[in-house]
T-cell receptor, first 112, second 117 residues
Framework: RKEVEQDPGPFNVPEGATVAFNCTYSNSASQSFFWYRQDCRKEPKLLMSVYSSGNEDGRFTAQLNRASQYISLLIRDSKLSDSATYLCVVNKVNSGYSTLTFGKGTMLLVSP | GAVVSQHPSRVICKSGTSVKIECRSLDFQATTMFWYRQFPKQSLMLMATSNEGSKATYEQGVEKDKFLINHASLTLSTLTVTSAHPEDSSFYIC?????????????FGEGSRLTVL
């Protein structure tokens, strides 16, 4: 089983749609979780951290399920500008050093 | 937020030459920086962890003599691709964590797209 797995997509949705991505991770010692957004040929940028209690930032909601070892990202009222690749990132801190593992990303294409 | 600057953003070189990429943390000190490589339609793959004042830690399968990393100061890490070959063409990205915030968030450089002819 890969350390971090995501459905590569692409997810093709119309503007205004709600779309959800899941990500599973294999290392139960993982300590923190993030969703990054990466536009084509650009560096990844943090979209949001994922907290155990779940968290929401505007149209974006992230959830963590430690028992099942997955995180999710829900995007409501999709905009054209949401088209990007969404990377699931899992962080494990060992002896003070962070080890980040990236999923391959899920591509989202929002159409008019 | 913290800013990480990477230079050059794009480089084209002939096979056999060496290319140096710089990664700078602009408004925070980074004792640890990370170097990644990303091939088209692939995820970011960690190449090495760069530690200020000590040797870098390389991931399995990454040749340390080919990818030289120097982290001479708390704000600068460099990656040198030695004797580059076409298969080294890739998107190289550095990142650093601002430990003063203790969020675990990584800040990424803009990336360097290397094309070896």
């Amino acid at each position: 089983r890969k350390e971090v797995e995501q459905d590569p997509g692409p997810f093709n949705v119309p503007e205004g749609a709600t779309v959800a991505f899941n990500c599973t991770y294999s290392n139960s010692a993982s300590q923190s979780f993030f969703w990054y957004r990466q536009d084509c040929r650009k560096e990844p940028k943090l979209l949001m951290s994922v907290y155990s209690s779940g968290n929401e930032d505007g149209r974006f909601t992230a959830q963590l399920n430690r028992a099942s070892q997955y995180i999710s990202l829900l995007i409501r009222d999709s905009k054209l500008s949401d088209s990007a690749t969404y990377l699931c990132v899992v962080n494990k801190v060992n002896s003070g050093y962070s080890t980040l593992t990236f999923g391959k990303g899920t591509m989202l294409l929002v159409s008019p | 937020g913290a800013v990480v600057s990477q230079h050059p953003s794009r480089v084209i070189c002939k096979s056999g030459t060496s290319v140096k990429i710089e990664c700078r943390s602009l408004d925070f000190q980074a004792t640890t920086m990370f170097w990644y490589r990303q091939f088209p339609k692939q995820s970011l793959m960690l190449m090495a962890t760069s530690n200020e004042g000590s040797k870098a830690t390389y991931e399995q399968g990454v040749e340390k003599d080919k990818f030289l990393i120097n982290h001479a100061s708390l704000t600068l890490s460099t990656l040198t691709v030695t004797s580059a070959h076409p298969e080294d063409s890739s998107f190289y990205i550095c990142s650093a964590e601002d430990r003063s915030w203790d969020t675990g968030e990584l800040f990424f450089g803009e990336g360097s797209r290397l094309t070896v002819l």
